[in-house]
């Protein structure tokens, strides 16, 4: 059996008598280090590069040796892989049930039952081709427990559609079905989608401006914090989420979750084979509340922030969750999928994973939602064609969103900042910044043409924080990114593309006919402008942090003086007037 090594998964050491001993006789203050918390999940080797105790001296050496000699075979994650029961009889034919009438863009559920013994997540394959005129779908179905299985279709338009089956159990074989799908309800927009190159928009045509925000874990709290952050997205500030399926163990974010995603505990181990249906009928009912407040779930299916062995799953076992996430809840209009928040940080996987990943996604998503990953310091190749948009982060002291110019050339596709360093005042450098700094982000984003991402770190005497957790806003940052959306909106577009940069200031929107200027930190007492003649504009002065509007009284025209607040955060907006002729 192999010994362990720099390479091997630090929680695998320390979840052992023998691991702890070695690592608390040479780095007697690492197991008590937020550094160890945060890391456990990665090599050692990670881990020791940064503990000033053992870099590059001879005590790193004798460490390594001494760990060495412990037996891989007493790895936590040992327990983990346990051989699946596949049960040999099967229950008497299936019967389904479905609405005969529905509309389009709106989830269709097919409810069958069929076999429950054994593992029918492995043991059983289920899907239906939906057929509509010329129109045919394959979705694949999934197991939901209690010998139930579904299938949900994003009914993609109106008509008269029928559906057959196909599966490896014989009861579920060849059933067949018919129902009607009606026009789209006004108010259902269906999915978001890359719009314009680089903004996006509803199925509808609609456009859609993503002013998302972060929690992390907030659907494995209890009860009580789950609801209190379903309140708070309530005020319609937010129309994204981001989230992790997985639960997460980070700095301020250490409680064990309300469930598990699979069958087991850490005491004993987890089936990876077998998921927790009660974990994904909880997921479902969240993301489908989220979509009743026309919030966007931006779900991330990896991420390295783990105690369990979520982040270091065989691939095998990578694949069947990828196929039973996608098949569960690609029905849901408002989902969005991130392969992973910081892949970078995830070593144990490849660039060929990712891809694959993608792939599992790609052919078991019939609708095509929006597919992203999201990097720490090193970006993921965006070129790729599975990549809608990119999603960053980019935690610089000061150039986060003024580098949105740089990417938009480079990737040509969307620019979603989803981490840009969050309002709060937690001992992290990602997690201190005032309101008005993010507040200037936001709005420096916006006019360069992308979009930037909310969330909030203010310390919490239970540590709920809702960046990881949920609970409650308090910062002063929300109510200015709904001000900015509010302006965005104004646009005859509805979005802003950036325009040249003139004087060194930042500008969007249609030349000559409708601008929106952005002064940011910089805070002139009267500017210099110079318009084509034979126009006039009316002007208005924004006051983004004060969240005003002032428009001056007549309009302008040609080469003008234009005196200013002199304060930080003004924005000018400048419409065309039309003259009659």
């Known amino acids: 059996m192999p010994a362990i090594s720099e390479d091997t998964l630090t929680y695998q050491i320390v979840g052992q008598d023998g691991g702890v001993q070695v690592l608390r006789k040479y780095v007697p203050d690492l197991l008590d280090d937020p550094k160890l918390r945060n890391l456990h999940s990665f090599p050692l080797r990670m881990v020791l ?96 427990g209690d010998g139930r299985y579904l299938i949900r279709l994003l009914i993609p338009s109106a008509g008269s559609w029928t559906f057959v089956t196909s599966s490896s159990a014989e009861e579920l ?39 998302g925000t972060t929690s992390y874990s907030w659907i494995h709290q209890q009860r009580e914090i789950v609801d209190q952050t379903l309140e708070t997205l309530a005020d319609g500030t937010f129309n994204k989420m981001r989230m992790c399926i997985f639960p997460k163990s980070y700095y301020l974010c250490e409680n064990e979750p309300s469930m598990y995603p699979f069958d087991g505990d850490p005491e004993s181990g987890f089936d990876l084979a077998r998921p927790n249906f009660r974990f994904f009928q909880h997921l479902d009912a969240m993301v489908q509340r989220l ?72 052919q078991n998503d019939p609708t095509g939602h ?48 989803d981490e840009c360093v969050y309002e709060g005042n937690i001992d992290r450098r990602w997690g201190d910044i005032t309101g008005r700094e993010l507040t200037r982000r936001f709005w420096e984003g916006a006019i360069r043409g992308g979009y930037v991402g909310h969330s909030e770190t203010y310390a919490h005497p239970d540590d709920i924080l809702w960046w990881a957790k949920g609970g409650h806003l308090y910062g002063s940052s929300p109510s200015r990114i709904a001000f900015l959306d509010r302006i965005l909106a104004e646009s005859p577009d509805g979005f802003l593309e950036p325009l040249p940069q003139q004087d060194k200031i930042i500008a969007a929107g249609i030349p000559d006919q409708y601008e929106v200027v952005y002064f940011g930190l910089n805070r002139p007492a009267f500017w210099h402008f110079d318009k084509p003649e034979g126009l006039s504009f009316t002007i208005d002065v924004i006051d983004t942090w004060n969240m005003t509007i002032e428009t001056l009284p007549g309009t302008f025209s040609g080469s003008f003086r234009l005196d200013l607040p002199g304060t930080e955060y003004i924005a000018l907006r400048f419409r065309a007037v039309l003259h009659d002729h």
């Open 49 to 144: 590069d940064q503990t000033e105790l053992v870099r590059g001296s001879t005590a790193r050496d004798a460490l390594v040796d001494e760990l060495a000699a412990i037996s891989v075979a007493t790895f936590p994650d040992e327990r983990t892989q346990h051989e699946v029961n596949r049960g040999e009889g099967l229950h008497p034919k299936g019967t389904c049930r479905f609405e005969a009438a529905t509309r389009a863009w709106e989830r269709f559920e097919v409810v069958f039952t069929g076999p429950s013994e054994g593992n029918p997540v492995l043991d059983i394959s289920l899907e239906a081709t939906f057929t509509c005129g010329d129109v045919s779908v394959n979705v694949p179905g999934f197991y939901d």
């Open 173 to 211: 074989d060849g059933i067949t079905g018919a129902f009607t799908a009606g026009e789209r309800a006004q108010a259902n927009r269906g999915i978001v989608q890359v719009a314009n190159k680089f903004h996006f928009g509803y199925s509808d045509g609609t456009a859609y401006r993503p002013m």
């Open 291 to 362: 979509d009743e407040m026309g919030i966007e779930a931006d779900l991330i299916l990896f991420h390295g922030y783990d105690r369990w062995g979520f982040s270091s799953m065989p691939p095998e076992y990578d694949d069947l969750y990828v196929k039973y996430v996608v098949s569960r809840l690609a029905g849901y209009r408002n989902v969005w999928w991130s392969l992973a928040n910081e892949f970078d940080l995830m070593p144990g996987k490849t660039a060929n994973d990712w891809e694959r990943y993608a792939e599992i996604i790609r």
């Open 370 to 417: 929006l597919l992203s990953i999201h990097n720490s310091i090193q970006f993921y190749n965006h070129s790729r064609p599975w990549v809608t948009h990119c999603s960053i982060q980019q935690n610089h002291f000061y150039l986060t969103a003024e580098e949105t110019t740089r990417w938009r050339q480079e990737w040509q596709k969307p620019i979603v900042i």
